[in-house]
């Protein structure tokens, strides 16, 4: 569903269509997902969107001391930008849980977005396991930096609502 916004309420509602990782499971094939945050965006206050997308791993099976990259896919999402985005960027955080607590991050940029057109993203990072064992990877806040030649840049932070589902669940060897 599409929100009706002000002209200063455009530029920040592009600032939400990115971001987030909601509960999936990691395998070399992209499993679905599905999210709900709170984004603070400039001029709105507090926004509720759910972002759709996949999650993958690879490789699906780490191993101790071996990189794990990981591709997050943004599907689609409940706002959609009213006015086109010249360029954009997004840097999503994952907290893993398990033998060692650690975290990562998972980055991406884009290009021009017509409006009222749904925004994709793809976001990329690297996890490199320490410990074996099983370990579960939750979503956390997500960055977003909109560029709009219109309005200027605007940033919004977004943070998952709680409880927090498990992402994916890695066992590594």
Known sequence: ?????????LAAATLVTLGGVG??????????FSAG?????PVLGAKSVTINGTLTASPSRP???????????????????????????????IDVTGP??????LT??????????????DLTGVWTPRARGVHRLRS???TIRANISRFGSHTATCAPK??????ATLVVT
């Open 162 to 167: 709680d409880p927090r589902p498990v992402s």
């Open 1 to 9: 569903m599409m929100e009706s916004l002000g002209p200063h309420g």
């Open 23 to 32: 509960a999936v499971q990691a395998h070399a094939q992209p499993a679905a």
């Open 140 to 142: 956390g806040d997500v």
């Open 100 to 105: 060692r607590t650690s975290s990562f991050r």
């Open 108 to 121: 991406g940029s884009g290009g021009s977005v017509p409006p009222h057109q749904p925004i994709t993203a």
């Open 37 to 41: 945050y709170i984004c603070r965006v």
């Open 63 to 93: 191993t101790t001391d071996t990189a794990t990259r990981f591709r997050l896919r943004i599907s689609s999402l409940t706002l959609r930008s009213p006015v086109p985005i010249d360029s954009w960027n997004a840097t999503a955080g």
